[in-house]
Nanobody, 126 residues
Framework: HVQLVESGGGSVQAGGSLRLSCAAS????????MAWFRQAPGNDREGVAA????????YYADSVKGRFTISRDIANNTLYLQMNKLKPEDTATYYC????????????????????WGQGTQVTVS
């Protein structure tokens, strides 16, 4: 049973930083494409960043390039999202998502690519 649990959200002032974590269980981490999505009230859920094994290719939404960094700790089965220079428009609930490599078609920012989702963690930037 695959389970994803996000943590690390909170409230921060504009210009500040947060690091989100996604603890995964129930599968081998390095055989999955992992991603972070976010959803603000009234908006669609959108892709923020993704990391594709085994080459650790990374992808970012234009709105976060240069400010956010996605990474993973394979030994601890944890995905991270380091968020720097936060802006009020980054306010959203952030979700971790995963899909087995064999089922990933390359569309990292498409919700239906992903089979597994966490419950989300709230990020508020003021």
């Amino acid at each position: 049973h695959v389970q994803l649990v996000e943590s690390g959200g909170g409230s921060v002032q504009a210009g500040g930083s947060l690091r989100l974590s996604c603890a995964a269980s129930g599968y081998t981490y390095d055989r999955y494409c992992m991603a972070w999505f976010r959803q603000a009230p009234g908006n669609d859920r959108e892709g923020v960043a993704a990391l594709y094994s085994p080459m650790s290719d990374t992808y970012y939404a234009d709105s976060v390039k240069g400010r956010f960094t996605i990474s993973r700790d394979i030994a601890n089965n944890t995905l991270y999202l380091q968020m720097n220079k936060l802006k009020p428009e980054d306010t959203a609930t952030y979700y971790c998502a995963a899909v087995p490599r064999g089922f990933y078609s390359g569309r990292w920012g498409v919700l239906k690519e992903y089979a597994y989702w966490g419950q989300g963690t709230q990020v508020t930037v003021s």
